[in-house]
């Protein structure tokens, strides 16, 4: 297994977000399908400790 960790320090867009929001974290690998991996709150640090795959992709989602 490998690890990887992505950081959340601030909201970023129109502004309209409050300044502490859920945000969802997916995991996507080379077959692009995303794997929801969990909700936070920002800012934070979300680290996957069972990364399978090297080329493995991360994105946060606003969840309002």
């Known amino acids: 297994y490998y ?5 959340l320090l601030n909201t970023c867009g129109t ?3 409050p300044a502490s ?4 974290v997916e ?3 080379d077959s692009n399908d995303p794997a ?3 909700t936070n ?6 680290t996957d400790t069972n990364a ?3 080329l493995e992709f991360y994105r946060a989602l606003y969840s309002p």
Do not use: D
């Open 3 to 7: 690890e990887a960790s992505i950081t």
């Open 15 to 17: 502004g309209a977000e």
């Open 21 to 24: 929001v859920y945000y969802l």
């Open 27 to 29: 995991g996507l690998t």
């Open 36 to 38: 929801p991996l969990g």
């Open 41 to 46: 709150i920002s800012p934070f640090t979300f």
């Open 52 to 54: 399978v795959n090297p």
